[in-house]
């Protein structure tokens, strides 16, 4: 379920960018990337996973597919998950909190990767709301 949920937040994401038909998944037959999303020829990688604070074997699949894509192809990468704040977990690659997709670049600078400023996805082990981004 959380997958999926990361689908529906990467989803809305793509759709207020204007850039729908970008979101893709990686595999090959031993590994796969959650998901991959196309911004001009660049790929932005996405896991999903679960856990509140994931650890760098977590990061394994986007770090491999980082190489074999070339470093050059890759605009950024992420492990989504459900900690509060983002922080770095291995080679440039950050866990990020559901409402922090598009807000933080890899190596954790601040940034709005959203053409308008929608709402966001608040999340808290309290309610779901949209606020003003």
Same mark, same amino acid.
């Given at each position: 379920?959380?997958?999926?949920?990361?689908? @529906?937040?990467?989803?809305?994401?793509?759709?207020? @960018? /204007?850039?729908?038909?970008? !979101?893709?998944?990686? %595999?090959?037959? $031993?590994?796969?990337?959650?998901?991959?999303?196309? &911004?001009? #020829?660049? !790929?932005?990688?996405?896991?999903?996973?679960? $856990?509140?604070?994931?650890?760098?074997?977590? @990061?394994?699949?986007?770090?491999?597919?980082?190489?074999?894509? /070339?470093?050059?192809?890759?605009?950024?990468?992420? &492990?989504? %998950?459900?900690?509060?704040?983002?922080?770095?977990?291995?080679?440039?690659?950050?866990?990020?909190?559901? $409402?922090? !997709? #598009? !807000?933080? $670049?890899?190596? /954790?600078?601040?940034?709005?990767?959203?053409?308008?400023? /929608?709402?966001?996805?608040?999340?808290?082990?309290?309610?779901?709301?949209?606020?003003?981004?």
């Amino acid at each position: 379920m959380w997958e999926t949920f990361v689908f @529906a937040q990467l989803r809305e994401r793509q759709r207020r @960018a /204007g850039r729908m038909g970008s !979101l893709f998944f990686w %595999c090959d037959r $031993t590994r796969k990337v959650d998901f991959a999303v196309d &911004i001009g #020829g660049r !790929l932005e990688l996405f896991e999903a996973k679960r $856990t509140e604070v994931p650890a760098a074997v977590d @990061a394994v699949n986007l770090d491999f597919v980082r190489n074999v894509a /070339g470093r050059s192809r890759i605009a950024s990468g992420a &492990i989504i %998950c459900r900690t509060s704040n983002g922080f770095p977990i291995a080679d440039g690659l950050p866990a990020l909190s559901v $409402t922090e !997709l #598009g !807000l933080t $670049t890899p190596n /954790g600078e601040r940034r709005d990767l959203l053409p308008d400023r /929608g709402s966001l996805l608040v999340i808290n082990k309290q309610s779901l709301r949209l606020a003003p981004a």
